[in-house]
């Protein structure tokens, strides 16, 4: 005789998931309006009129925004800070806390010392802008890669990961003649290949957002990063930045599609990206919540 088990469904469940479900309708819809109006015909566009689905597809604020110079010079900018900052964030972040991990390092104890206390404890705005123009970073895109090679928590985060390998692993790896640099990139990074993937997507996004940093410490509009163009564009329609964007062609395309044609550019990396990473991304935020 078999018995088949049915799970009761509560009042609460059912209130829970319709307050879920509409919650998640109300924030998908701005990103459908962007979506939606960053592909209407600007002939057809009517101003202050919400669009579910475009009422005639066309690309033409796509074209106009692409072939400004403006916009594809801080899209190259923002690739250059994304791409060689996550690089060097990666390389900095995994070989400090590898080194942290180890008891045997000398100076260790003050060194994770230091880190726990910029955790705690940070500087401010100013300190940090004075640092960058001693430094003679100012208006230069490494002012927005060197000040932020790594960051207490990434450390912490990896260290703790780093921690949980099995050290005969590397007592293994001694006996067989490795040093230990070889113990680093055969034995510890192959194995912190999901931590790697969360950090990276983490850099990343950290580098493509670049906003506040960019904003003080990049005077040159040549070298203006994507989000500072794209904040030009939507919150300051009336000033420049959409007059350079509105020199590529004769034809007067409305604004409003221009916008938002900028705003799905510059998602659309990251969204491409994510799927790709997704399948680590998930062990990677775990990294050091379990010591085993």
């Known amino acids: 005789m078999s018995f088949v088990y049915k799970k009761r469904v509560s009042t609460f469940d059912i209130i829970n998931n319709i307050l879920l479900a509409f919650i998640s309708l109300i924030s998908i819809f701005p990103f459908i309006y962007v979506f939606s109006v960053s592909f209407t015909d600007p002939d057809t566009y009517i101003p202050f009129k919400f669009y579910l689905f475009p009422e005639q597809f066309s690309l033409a604020s796509y074209k106009y925004i692409l072939s400004t110079r403006i916009f594809m010079d801080s899209l190259k900018n923002t690739t250059f800070i994304t791409v060689i900052g996550t690089l060097l964030n990666l390389i900095f972040t995994f070989s400090f806390a590898y ?58 985060v990896v260290k703790s990961f780093m921690d949980s390998l099995p050290e005969e692993l590397e007592e293994a790896a001694r006996i067989d003649g490795c040093n230990d640099l070889s113990i680093f990139f055969r034995i510890v990074i192959p194995l912190s290949m999901p931590a790697m993937a969360a950090f990276t997507l983490f850099f990343a996004v950290a580098h493509w957002n670049a906003y506040f940093n960019a904003l003080i410490y990049l005077t040159d509009t040549n070298k203006w990063t994507l989000q500072v163009l794209i904040k030009t564009l ?27 044609a900028a705003v799905m550019l510059a998602m659309l990396p990251i969204l491409v990206v994510y799927p790709f990473l997704q399948k680590h991304f998930a062990k990677g935020v775990m990294v050091g919540s379990i010591k085993g």
């Open 234 to 260: 939507v919150v300051d329609s009336d000033s420049s930045g959409v007059a350079q964007a509105g020199a590529a062609e004769d034809k007067l395309i409305p604004q409003e599609t221009i916008r938002m």
């Open 99 to 156: 080194s942290l991990s180890k008891k045997r390092t000398p100076g260790r104890n003050f060194m994770l010392g230091c880190v726990i206390v910029s955790l705690l404890f940070h500087a401010g705005i100013i300190p940090n802008y004075l640092l960058v123009k001693e430094m003679g970073l100012l208006n230069s895109y490494w002012s927005l890669i060197w000040p932020t090679l790594t960051n207490a928590w990434s450390l912490i």
